[in-house]
């Protein structure tokens, strides 16, 4: 299934949202799951991803590790 940048776009952002808020959440913060360790590593990825998009590039490889970070973020929860 092929999305439109735009759809990537919003699904990267969503992504970095989901992230930073789980950051913040005291119960995942707390728990002995890596999901606070991967929701790191999908804000900082997404968050690269996101200033790539700004300059009007898509770069795949920050794009991937955002969608697979976050995949390994909601799994650990």
């Known amino acids: 299934m092929d999305l ?6 919003s699904l990267v952002e969503e992504y ?3 992230a ?7 119960i995942i913060k707390n728990s002995k799951s890596a999901a ?3 929701a790191g ?3 900082i990825a997404c968050q690269t991803s996101i ?19 976050y995949r390994r973020m909601v799994n650990a929860r």
């Open 4 to 9: 439109a940048d735009s759809e990537i776009q």
């Open 20 to 26: 930073k808020t789980a950051l913040e959440d005291p």
């Open 16 to 18: 970095y949202a989901s």
């Open 51 to 69: 200033g790539y998009m700004k300059s009007g590039h898509l770069d795949a490889q920050s794009t991937q590790k955002c969608d697979c970070f």
């Open 36 to 38: 606070y360790e991967w």
């Open 41 to 43: 590593e999908t804000k």
